[in-house]
C-alpha cells in the first residue's frame, strides 16, 4: 500500500510517501527549486519520492493532502466579510490564487500524475497531531500541536493510543500563539513565517520590560494555556501586515526596517514575547497532562520549533518524556496526512516493535530526503574539473577530524538529506566550538547572517550530560539545555557592563562557539544508530581534544533553502570562506584549490549580502 502525503500552497510544501506504514521518503520542495519555503505545488518533491519508493504515480494507492482548502476558504471568506469594506486589497490579492489552484487540489493532482484514484483531505491540525504521535516512540501519549492557522484551529490537544488519535479540543482563529509571535516578528524587522528562529536567537540579548504589557494590553492568557488576543492591535485578519497603528502606539514606535541595526527596543520586545509564548506553552503543556493523564508528550505545530519553550516543558511540565517532529511546520503535514489514513482511515495496527526495529523512532532520523553514491559524486567533481582526495572511508572520520581540531571550517554532505528545517549531520557546516573566533567567522564568512545569530551543538548521546544539564535524546535539535555550571565562563565586571549585541564576542564557556549569551545551547544528541559516519566524526574529535561536541550549523547561506545536491553543495563551498567540503569519500581543501579560483566569487556574495 503506497500513500502519496502532500502539503502546499501556505509555506513550505512538501511530499512524503509512506510503504505499509513504514516512511520511504519525505522532503521539502524548496530544496529542488532553490526558492526559500517554496509554497508552490511540489512536483518536484513528488518525482523524487515515487523515484526513492522505485513507483510511478499509477502505483499510488491513495494520496492525502495536509488539510481541508474549502474549510480554510470558509474561514478567509467569513473574516474578510466580517471586516468589510476592510480589507479589500487583502481580498483581492488572495482570490485569483485560491480560484485557480487553492480549490482544484484534486484536479491538480490529477493532471499532473495522471492519478485516477482516491484523494483523502485530513483537517490540518489533525495532520500535525499524527505527524507528531504516530512516528514517535510511544504506545501512547498526549498530543499538543501550536501554530499560526490550519482551516480554524490555531492549536490543538489529544492523546493517542495504539493506532487511535483523539483531539480533545482547539483554540480558533483569530486567536493563536503562533500569530501573536508572527507579529513581533514582523514589527522587530523579519519576515514572518521564517524569521521567527530569528526573534528566538535575538531574546537573550534583551530584557523582558514588555512582559506585563504584552498581557494587559494584547494577550488574556489563562491558566489552561487558552488565550484570546486584543485584536484592535493587530492587522492580519483584513490587511497586508501583522500589526496597525495601535500597535506601533503600544509600543511608541513604527515596526523596524528590515536590515536596518537592531535597537534596544527590538532586543527587549523579542524577549518580551518569547517569554510570554513561553509561559503559554508550560500552561498548555500542564493544561495537557491533567487532561489525558499520559506521561509521554508529543509537539508539532510551528510553535513546536521554538525549541526553548521545548526545552522548558521537558524540564517543567510534568511529562516523563518529551518527544517533537522534526518538521513540526507545514512540511511535516504531508507525512502526518500519510500516517492518519494509515493507522484512522484503513484501520492498521500500530507495532512498536516495527517503528523503532533500527532507529529510535519512525522518523530515522530525519534522514528520509536524496542520497548520492560516491560514483555520482566523482563524476560530478570530474566534469567541473575540480581537485580532490579520495579519502579510504574507514579513515574518512579521522583524516576529517584532524582538519576541525584545526580550527578549519567543513561543508560536511552525507547520505540522505534532512526532512525538517533543521541540519542534522547529512547536510551540514562543522567547527571547533572550543574557538572563540568559530561563532563570528561562520555567521559572517561562510553563513552570510546576522552576528548575534547562535549555532549549535552536536553531542554524543552518551556524552550529552556531561556538557549540559539534560539526560534525554534531541535527535532533532529542538531542545534547548543550559551548559553545565563548571564549563561557564563567568563575566568579569567590565564585562557585565557591556549591553546587547556588545555580549556577543564574550565567551561564556570553554565551548564558547556553541554556548549563547544567556548560557543555553540547543542540542542534537547523535547516536550511532541513527548517523554512523557523522557518530564515528564526532567520536574522533573527542579522541583528538577531549571534546565530544562539534559545532552543526545548515549547509546554505542566508536566503537560501540547505543544499541537495553535490552541484550546489560545491557551489556554496566555492562562494563562501568554508575550508574543506567533504562530500561521500571525496575532500576538497581550499589550500589545494588556490585562492584565485574562489575569492572572486566570494567577494561578489558578500557584496550580495551587504556585508564588510
Known amino acids: 500500500m503506497n500513500i502519496?502525503?502532500?502539503?502546499?500552497y501556505y509555506h513550505d510544501s512538501a511530499a512524503c510517501l509512506v510503504r505499509d506504514g513504514r516512511i520511504i521518503a519525505a522532503a521539502q520542495e524548496e530544496r529542488f527549486t532553490r526558492k526559500k519555503h517554496d509554497h508552490r505545488f511540489p512536483r518536484h518533491a513528488v518525482d523524487y519520492c515515487l523515484k526513492e519508493g522505485g513507483i510511478s504515480g499509477a502505483d499510488v494507492d491513495l494520496i492525502a493532502f495536509y488539510d481541508k482548502p474549502l474549510l480554510k476558504?470558509?474561514?478567509?471568506?467569513?473574516t474578510y466579510i466580517d471586516y468589510a469594506p476592510r480589507g479589500i486589497k487583502s481580498f483581492l490579492m488572495a482570490m485569483p490564487l485560491w480560484l485557480r489552484e487553492k480549490l482544484w487540489i484534486r484536479e491538480q493532482i490529477e493532471e499532473r500524475f495522471s492519478y485516477k484514484g482516491k484523494v483523502l483531505f485530513t483537517e490540518h491540525h489533525e495532520s500535525h497531531a499524527a505527524s507528531a504521535y504516530f512516528p514517535s516512540p510511544f504506545e501512547s501519549a498526549a498530543v499538543l500541536t501550536m501554530d499560526g492557522v490550519g482551516e480554524w484551529a490555531t492549536s490543538s490537544y489529544g492523546y493517542g493510543k495504539g493506532n487511535e488519535l483523539h483531539l480533545l479540543g482547539e483554540l480558533h482563529f483569530p486567536h493563536s500563539l503562533g500569530l501573536l509571535y508572527s507579529a513581533f516578528t514582523y514589527y522587530t524587522g523579519f519576515k514572518v513565517n521564517s524569521g521567527e528562529y530569528k526573534v528566538m536567537g535575538l531574546a537573550p540579548y534583551g530584557e523582558p520590560r514588555y512582559v506585563q504589557k504584552i498581557l494587559d494590553e494584547l494577550v488574556d492568557l489563562r491558566e489552561d494555556g487558552s488565550l484570546r488576543l486584543n485584536m484592535k492591535y493587530f492587522n492580519y485578519c483584513q490587511g497586508l501586515t501583522m500589526t496597525n497603528s495601535e500597535f506601533d502606539r503600544l509600543f511608541e514606535g513604527k515596526p523596524r526596517k528590515p536590515e536596518s541595526a537592531l535597537t534596544e527596543r527590538d532586543m527587549d520586545l523579542a524577549r518580551s514575547v518569547q517569554e510570554v509564548v513561553e509561559e503559554a506553552m508550560l500552561r498548555m503543556a500542564r493544561h495537557v497532562h491533567r487532561e489525558t493523564g499520559e506521561k509521554n508528550l508529543c509537539l508539532a505545530g510551528g510553535v513546536a520549533l521554538n525549541c526553548v519553550g521545548n526545552g522548558r516543558i521537558l524540564r517543567e511540565a510534568p511529562f516523563e518524556n518529551v518527544w517533537i517532529q522534526p518538521a513540526a511546520g507545514d512540511a511535516g503535514g504531508s507525512l502526518g496526512a500519510c500516517l492518519s489514513v494509515w493507522y484512522q482511515y484503513l484501520n492498521n495496527p500500530r507495532d512498536l516493535s516495527e517503528i523503532t526495529s533500527d532507529h529510535a523512532d519512525a522518523m530515522r532520523g530525519a534522514y528520509l530526503g536524496p542520497s548520492f553514491s560516491n560514483e555520482e559524486v566523482q563524476a560530478f567533481l570530474d566534469t567541473t574539473g575540480?581537485?580532490?582526495?579520495?579519502?579510504?572511508?574507514?579513515?574518512?572520520?579521522?583524516?576529517?577530524?584532524?582538519?576541525?581540531?584545526?580550527?578549519?571550517?567543513?561543508?560536511?554532505?552525507?547520505?540522505?538529506?534532512?526532512?525538517?528545517?533543521?541540519?542534522?549531520g547529512a547536510r551540514s557546516i562543522l567547527g571547533d566550538p572550543r574557538s572563540p573566533r568559530m561563532q563570528s567567522q561562520m555567521n559572517l564568512k561562510i553563513k552570510y547572517r546576522e552576528s548575534f545569530r547562535p549555532f549549535a551543538p552536536s553531542v554524543l548521546r552518551e556524552r550529552v550530560s556531561d556538557y549540559f544539564e539534560m539526560d534525554a535524546d534531541s535527535p532533532y535539535m529542538l531542545l534547548v539545555a543550559p551548559v553545565r555550571e563548571h564549563l561557564r565562563i563567568e563575566m568579569t565586571e567590565e564585562q557585565q557592563k557591556l549591553f546587547g549585541i556588545e555580549r556577543l564576542n564574550v565567551p561564556r564557556s570553554t565551548i564558547p562557539a556553541i554556548t549563547h549569551v544567556d548560557y543555553s545551547a540547543r542540542i542534537q544528541t547523535v547516536r550511532r544508530e541513527d548517523n554512523a559516519i557523522y557518530y564515528d566524526l564526532i567520536a574522533e574529535f573527542e579522541r583528538l581534544t577531549g571534546c565530544a561536541v562539534l559545532v552543526n550549523t545548515s549547509f546554505n547561506v542566508r536566503g537560501?533553502?540547505?543544499?541537495?545536491?553535490?552541484?550546489?553543495?560545491?557551489?556554496?563551498?566555492?562562494?563562501?570562506?568554508?575550508?574543506?567540503?567533504?562530500?561521500?569519500?571525496?575532500?576538497?581543501?581550499?589550500?589545494?584549490?588556490?585562492?584565485?579560483l574562489f575569492t572572486d566569487d566570494a567577494a561578489a556574495w558578500q557584496e550580495e549580502f551587504q556585508l564588510d
Open 386 to 424: 575540480a581537485k580532490y582526495t579520495r579519502v579510504n572511508h574507514a579513515e574518512l572520520a579521522q583524516v576529517v577530524a584532524r582538519h576541525l581540531a584545526e580550527e578549519r571550517v567543513v561543508g560536511w554532505f552525507q547520505g540522505r538529506m534532512e526532512f525538517g528545517p533543521r541540519a542534522l
Open 4 to 8: 502519496l502525503g502532500i502539503s502546499a
Open 560 to 596: 537560501e533553502p540547505i543544499v541537495c545536491t553535490p552541484e550546489q553543495a560545491y557551489t556554496c563551498f566555492m562562494r563562501t570562506e568554508m575550508d574543506c567540503l567533504v562530500m561521500g569519500d571525496f575532500l576538497l581543501d581550499k589550500r589545494d584549490i588556490g585562492e584565485a
Open 73 to 78: 476558504f470558509e474561514r478567509l471568506l467569513e
